[in-house]
């Protein structure tokens, strides 16, 4: 009886390819839809989960955050774009909280922008003033020279590690090494030249000028304040509580006594990466269910396609019955057709999705990112499974109102 009805069911959607060929593209579009928003999820994912690992999952980072301001980066951010300067992030905190049993090394930081004169040349590029030990933390390269000593730092002396994008603005083919560069007012000697890295977090790390940050504070800036610390830890399992140990004690250094009145957040790259995974997997259900509305109208697509069906069949329906058709023959046959249509759209679908999902990598990595082409087998049985779930379930009502037609009035229909 299943081969039968199934054989009847193929034979009438051939009759019709037209119209099955537009019923299928409904759900083609559900299906590839589905597999692209979650490939895309992935590789979202995959480049900020590889970003935050660039610079090392047993750190801890400490910055400087406006009181009162809710505790996301948003929040902060916001705060600080509106003009609020925080200046209450200072080296000594770093010596303190350096002598905490669980932390291994630490640097600080501070940004700025100045220009840079070289042989007429005069360019605004960015500074980071970092201290030395920030190579070794952050994971960084240099392609030659050397990078500056802890000794350096605290002397403020005027040194310079390029990075490979104002090497190439500066100085383009010709020497670099031990060449004497103006930031400012000051005259800087080029000691090095790092490694590309690309943009991290909106930062091009290639396009930035590393100079120690004792000088960018006292010779550049004229300031005596940093903007984050990083710290390295012995036992990344521990990281969470020594990052409270660690807002305890800048409390008690910055005379808080209230942690809403925090004028810094520190934050493990442990529990900075459980904050990220729970927010991937809520933004990823949201793209899918969103994504799963085109599937659903692909459903619609198949009912009305199948009431239209029943329609023009109608004759056909109580000639079959007249003949010795039962109402099960005649169910199974329009579920066969609503089954066979999804099986075909999730077919088509999931290469049209595998394709797109390509090319969104493809693109992507053009632009400079560092994107993973990625279809997991969960999203190809997922948007498969929900496909054949909504052929059948909007294909059964068309279905039962074929198999319950009365077969007089069903011969009477077309006379």
Known sequence: MIANSLKIALMALKRNRVRTS??????VIGIAAVITVMSAGEGVQGFVLNQVETFGTDLIQVEIKVPSAGKTSTDNAMGLASGIEITTLKLSDQAELNNLPNIKNSYAAIMGQQLVSFGGQNKQIYLMGVSAPFIDIDKTKLATGRFFSDEEDRGLANVAVLGPKVKEKIFGESDYLDKW???GHQKFLVVGLMESRGASFGFDMDDMIFVPVRTLQKKILGIDHVQWISFQVYDNSIAKQTAEEMSQVLRELHDID??????????SMTEALEILGSVFWAISLLLIAIASISLIVGGVGIMNIMYVSVMERTYEIGLRKAVGANSK????QFLWEAIIITLLGALFGIVVGILMSALVAIVANSQGFPWRFVVTPFSLFLSCG????????FGVFPAKTAAS???????????
């Open 22 to 27: 537009l019923t299928v593209l409904g759900v």
């Open 405 to 415: 037609l009365d077969p007089v009035e069903a011969l009477r229909y077309n006379r």
């Open 258 to 267: 209230n942690p809403d009145r925090d004028d810094f957040h520190a934050t």
């Open 386 to 393: 929900v496909a054949i779930v909504i052929g059948i379930a």
């Open 181 to 183: 560069i103006k930031i």
């Open 329 to 332: 023959n005649i169910l199974a």
